[in-house]
């Protein structure tokens, strides 16, 4: 049974980084079939993909244009987790950050997802 | 503003079918066959319903469908339960490894 476990600050300053950690069970950030997605929801912007990192023989990432200048997505193989980095936050940031996994047969969608992380941006 | 114009609001009685419409452009929902379904319970995570148009993942109730008619998508959920009651998001793949999601729509078992 694969689940992914949050971490991280709910509270960030503004032109601060926001960061966050994504913690794997039952499948691995290296998978050959998976990628590893930050999704966000706020009631301004509904829900709003952020990127994503995934492994096909090396390592890559995708990023949202809309944040693309300000986000980095990092795999750690060594703690099977991977991590959200967004900087020069400002409070349009203001959100419930979600880490989320597209699974093998499952097309583009979401099959899994973290429990979410509200996280504030305010002095 | 959503990618995905969704309607706000659905309604049915308890045994009634009910469809939500999801439209995008010839980008995104018209463009791939890669529109998904979610379903969120206030407080939760989203669940996926619909995968790739019209596939339901293992354990969600053949009582929800998906269809897609040029740049729109549909999600019917039929014999409607008390438990149906949550929002509803689309999501589309609009390409350049890019997805967007509509507005998302309150459904009310009524």
């Known amino acids: 049974q694969v689940q992914l476990q949050q971490s991280g600050p709910g509270l960030v300053k503004p032109s601060q980084t926001l960061s966050l950690t994504c913690a794997i069970s039952?499948?691995?950030?290296?998978?050959?079939?998976?990628?590893w997605n930050w999704i966000r929801q706020s009631p301004s912007r509904g829900l709003e993909w952020l990127g994503r990192?995934?492994?096909?023989?090396?390592?890559?990432?995708d990023y949202a244009v809309s944040v693309k200048s300000r986000i980095t997505i990092n795999p750690d193989t060594s703690k099977n987790q991977f991590s959200l980095q967004l900087n020069s936050v400002t409070p349009e940031d203001t959100a419930v950050y979600f880490c989320?996994?597209?699974?093998?047969?499952?097309?583009?969608?979401?099959?899994?997802w973290g429990q979410g992380t509200m996280v504030t941006v305010s002095s | 503003q959503s990618a995905l114009t969704q309607p706000p609001s659905a309604s049915g009685s308890p045994g009634q079918s009910v469809t939500i419409s999801c439209t995008g452009t010839?980008?995104?929902?018209?463009?791939?066959?890669?529109v998904s379904w979610y379903q969120q319970h206030p407080g939760k995570a989203p669940k996926v319903m619909i995968h790739?148009?019209?596939k339901r993942p293992s354990g969600v109730p053949d009582r929800f469908s998906g269809s897609k008619s040029g740049n729109t998508a549909s999600l019917t959920v039929s014999g409607l339960q008390a438990e149906d009651e949550a929002d509803y998001y689309c999501?589309?793949?609009?390409?350049?490894?890019?997805?967007?999601f509509g507005g998302g729509t309150k459904l009310t078992v009524l």
């Open positions: 989320a996994r597209e699974g093998e047969g499952m097309g583009t969608a979401f099959d899994i």
């Open positions: 039952g499948d691995s950030v290296s998978s050959n079939s998976a990628a």
């Open positions: 990192t995934y492994y096909r023989s090396k390592w890559y990432n």
């Open positions: 010839n980008s995104d929902v018209g463009g791939y066959n890669y």
């Open positions: 790739e148009v019209s």
């Open positions: 999501s589309s793949y609009a390409g350049s490894n890019n997805w967007v």
